[in-house]
């Protein structure tokens, strides 16, 4: 069973930064990556980053590029968000889940087609807010 638990959320100055982290277990190859995902009040839920469960690969949504890191560690079965010059629009609740092949191709724009996140299962996400 599946299970992602996310923490490090905060309220944090713009230009300020905090440290995602996902602790995830019942993770097997079946799924090609882990994903970092938000959503803001109004909006719809937006992947942000994943990061390649076999090689490590990495993928980031143009409005965080060279900001956020992701990254994993394998012992501890954690993958993390490294979020740095935090602006006032990354202010949303972020969560982490398991992506499939298909659905990374789409995010990362290999292909065509949005995917449905409505039908993933979710966990709390953690609130990050950025605002002086």
């Known amino acids: 069973q599946v299970q992602l638990v996310e923490s490090g959320g905060g309220l944090v100055q713009p230009g300020g930064s905090l440290r995602l982290s996902c602790a995830a277990s019942?993770?097997?190859?079946?799924?090609?990556?882990i994903g970092w995902f938000r959503q803001a009040p109004g909006k719809e839920r937006e992947g942000v980053s994943y990061?390649?469960?076999?090689?490590?690969?990495?993928y980031y949504t143009d409005s965080v590029k060279g900001r956020f890191t992701i990254s994993r560690d394998n012992r501890k079965n954690t993958v993390y968000l490294q979020m740095n010059s935090l602006k006032p629009e990354d202010t949303a609740r972020y969560y982490c889940?398991?992506?499939?092949?298909?659905?990374?191709?789409?995010?990362?724009?290999?292909?065509?087609?949005?995917?449905?996140?409505?039908?993933?299962?979710w966990g709390q996400g953690t609130q990050v807010t950025v605002s002086s």
């Open positions: 889940a398991p992506m499939g092949t298909i659905a990374a191709m789409k995010f990362s724009k290999q292909i065509p087609g949005k995917e449905d996140y409505s039908t993933y299962a």
């Open positions: 019942g993770i097997t190859l079946d799924y090609y990556a």
């Open positions: 990061i390649s469960i076999s090689d490590g690969s990495t």
